[in-house]
């Protein structure tokens, strides 16, 4: 009962769009550590069962399911998503991934762990660092007086010494600490005192109580400039060649545990003399010890990096300031010390997820008041405001942690995870309510006793490149995998920013994994500096999928997902395809992105992604076949029917990735019998994206389709007004290949 038969996208896209909104909910294990752009589990649980699976997905779904002996291998294993999901079910797989980092997270998400062990060490740790540390991120609660309120968030200024006068400018982007959605009132930073003033309407925010100077939302710093407030004089930033940048504390998020019964809204305070003596403690002490986990390592540069270094960043350390060095150096000499090999390495996963909260390109989010994490956008976007954050967390006292990003956030979502390894289960909705859904029976990991039998399944990930990927032929019952989309993420420079420390501390525990950096040649992903074009990404992922495809039983899938804004993109997996001898039987769309997500949101962009289903032998139905613009504008609008159903609002973005899909796996169908694997890639690319283009009024669409803008009134021309035609094409048999 194959994915082509079997998978229902309403259903999927329902769950997946669900998931996607709060992915910890539904996947817990993907807390492990960060990985970027993971799929949505439930889509790839959607396509093994409906591959393997008997009936229709939506009640396979939430039952418990074991496919003992099926071998499922993902060559691009990232943060393990469709692993696990095919690990859960009681597969084998088999994962590869090149970046060092993959196999470590991977491996840590299936490596049992003794939950209670693990916590009376994470314990100690908070003990151990509140003894060390935990005293310079105490603050004065400007309410009741008491000392020991906890700072949550310190947010900073960029400075930069005024080229007239040499004094300290502040780079304000704007005065705006916080709205009055989820605090009572909005706050502003006076320009003037810097005191903090608040306010009710924003349009008339009034002078502030302290010096009566006039408050305003407009910053003073915007596109590079800034003029000096003690001169006038008009400066320029970034400033590279003078080093990284300098901060100041500007404002303090604070919680009082005294006051929080009947405050409304939160606590926030103009930093005191106490505070900024907190930190030059900090810094003090920092400069008094000799680092041996803070790495020495220099950015290299990169597509990503090179903002950093456009910014004076040179060093990984330049990122973080001195209470945050001083509080990591502390955390990661307690890891060290660590009996229990497989605490140790949990908590340096630990360590090393936490550093993307504590480090001093992290934001605040004066909607939400929280922290944003660096890697909320798939780069290294440098602002001119940060935010520091409490290093240990907060507990509320009730067993719920106050903010985000401290150490008793991510023990508290990793101890979540591993406890969804023993016991996964599956969120239903119904009607307004979520029903957590226990599936008895499955579980993520290696082996366990099952009653008194001894249930083993492999497990194999391997630290190496795909292309050089040797298994043997007929050995597999499906690929499964989520390919890097070429130049959309750049993992290895993203993720080094974690690797040089997590190769400080588990240097040992690390080696097994290889690779001495998390940067790699042949990574497959378009990378200016790395002079890494579509060409190289074409060759690698051509390589990669003939390997295995040749390891693919007969018949068996290899089904991946896929979205690019640009056709050209689309090329590479049509060669791959094809090179591989596989054809596309099917594409399907799925939601895959968060529309929320800071990177997609407002950008037009796509969150659908397309499964490309290939086999080397099969079927296709044959409404999935098209000769003529009509056809195609037909299929696009069953997915969007069916997508619509489950809940999607397509963007235009949306549904040119699914116009894509559909002309990619068509253009594989065109070329199949006449594909030469053995022309150059450059010919081969070209004839590809040729092919693609045969539609008579092939630029009519794509022309529409190409508009950037998330503007409906574009998908007039193409949709709207066209009677819906479900059945339009010639009858529903299928055509085998
Ligand atoms: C889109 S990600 C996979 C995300 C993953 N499915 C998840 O859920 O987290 C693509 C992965 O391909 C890896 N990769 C890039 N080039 C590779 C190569 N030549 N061989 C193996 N893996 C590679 C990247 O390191 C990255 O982890
Ligand atoms: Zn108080
Ligand atoms: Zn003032
Ligand atoms: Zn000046």
């Avoid at 093994?48 to 009936?55: P, R, V």
């Avoid at 403690?281 to 020495?296: I, K, S």
């Avoid at 989010?365 to 602002?383: E, N, Q, T, W, Y």
């Amino acid at each position: 009962m194959p994915i082509e038969d079997q998978f229902d996208v309403p259903f999927i896209a329902r769950m997946a769009l669900k998931e996607k909104q709060v992915q910890q909910n539904y996947r817990p294990i993907i807390a492990v550590h960060k990985w970027f752009a993971r799929r949505p589990g439930t889509l790839f649980r959607g396509l093994l069962l409906s591959e393997f699976g008997e009936g229709p997905v939506a009640d396979a779904f939430f039952r418990s399911h074991t496919f003992p002996g099926i071998k499922v291998a993902d060559p691009f294993m990232g943060g393990g998503t469709p692993l696990l999901e095919a690990n859960r079910i009681g597969c084998d797989v088999i994962g590869f991934d090149i970046n060092p980092m993959s196999a470590w997270i991977v491996h840590e998400e299936i490596e049992p762990l003794d939950l209670s062990a693990y916590h009376s060490t994470a314990e100690a740790l908070l003990r151990f660092l509140d003894q060390k540390v935990g005293g310079l991120q105490t603050t004065c609660c400007t309410l009741c007086g008491h000392a020991s309120a906890s700072a949550k968030s310190y947010l900073w200024v960029k400075t930069l010494p005024c080229e007239e006068c040499g004094r300290d400018v502040n780079l304000f982007p704007g005065f705006l600490v916080a709205k009055d959605r989820r605090h009572t009132k909005n706050v502003l930073l006076c320009p003037q005192c810097g005191e903090l003033c608040e306010v009710d309407d924003l349009s008339d925010p009034g002078s502030c109580h302290v010096c009566h100077g006039v408050l305003s939302l407009e910053g003073v710093a915007r596109k590079g400039h800034c003029n000096c407030h003690h001169c006038g004089r008009r400066n320029t930033y970034p400033r590279p060649d003078a080093g990284p940048p300098e901060h100041r504390m500007f404002a303090i998020e604070y919680h009082c545990h005294h006051c929080k019964v009947g405050h409304k809204g939160r606590f926030f305070k103009k930093p005191d003399p106490g505070d900024l003596e907190a930190y030059a403690l900090a810094e003090r002490q920092w400069q008094a010890m000799e680092a041996r986990f803070v790495p020495v390592e220099d950015i290299p540069l990169g597509d990503e990096t090179g903002r950093l270094h456009r910014w004076g960043y040179r060093r990984y350390r330049d990122m973080f300031n001195a209470r945050q060095l001083l509080g990591l150096e502390w955390s990661a000499r307690f890891i060290e010390k660590v009996g229990d090999a497989r605490i140790r390495r949990a908590l340096a996963t630990n360590l090393s997820d936490l550093l993307r909260y504590q480090n001093m390109l992290c934001r605040y989010d004066v909607m939400a008041l929280k922290a944003l994490d660096i890697f909320s956008i798939h780069g290294f976007p440098v602002g001119l405001v940060q935010c520091e954050s409490n290093l240990l967390g907060i507990a509320n006292g009730r067993g719920v942690n106050v903010g985000s990003g401290g150490w008793r956030n991510i023990i508290d979502k990793y101890s979540k995870a591993k406890a969804y390894c023993d016991h996964p289960f599956e969120v239903d909705h119904r009607g307004s309510r979520k029903v957590q859904i226990p599936i008895h029976g499955e579980w993520i990991g290696e082996a366990r006793l099952n009653g008194k039998a001894f249930s083993p399944r492999q497990v194999q990930l391997q630290c190496q490149s795909a292309t050089t990927a040797d298994l043997p032929e007929n050995s597999l019952d499906a690929v499964f995998t989520d390919p890097p989309y070429f130049g959309n993420v750049q993992y290895g420079e993203l993720m080094d920013f974690c690797f040089v420390w997590l190769k400080r501390l588990a240097r040992d525990d690390l080696v097994r994994w290889g690779g001495d950096t998390s940067k790699h040649a042949d990574e497959l992903t378009g990378n200016a500096t790395q002079a890494r074009g579509l060409e190289h990404f074409t060759t690698g992922l051509s390589v990669v999928y003939s390997r295995m495809a040749k390891a693919l039983k007969p018949g068996a899938p290899l089904a991946f997902t896929y979205h690019h804004n640009r056709l050209e993109a689309y090329g590479a997996v049509g060669v791959a395809i094809l090179d591989a001898g596989l054809t596309c039987s099917t594409s399907i769309p799925c939601p895959a992105e968060m529309g929320g997500s800071i990177h997609i949101h407002g950008t037009g962009s796509s969150i659908v992604d397309t499964v490309f289903v290939c086999r080397k032998h099969g079927h296709v139905d044959a409404r999935q076949l098209f000769y003529d613009t009509e056809q195609l504008l037909d299929i696009v609008d069953r997915d969007l029917e069916a997508l619509r159903l489950g809940g999607v609002q397509p963007t235009l973005g949306d549904i040119r990735c699914i116009l894509f899909g559909h002309l990619t796996r068509m253009g594989v169908w065109n070329l199949r019998k006449t594909w030469e694997p053995g022309l150059p890639v450059e010919q081969k690319l070209h004839r590809f994206t040729q092919a693609l283009q045969w539609l008579p009024d092939f630029s009519r669409v794509l022309d529409r389709a190409g508009k950037e803008q998330d503007d409906d009134r574009h998908l007039g021309g193409l949709f709207a007004g066209r009677p819906f035609r479900s059945s339009s094409l010639e009858g529903n048999h299928a055509v085998s290949f």
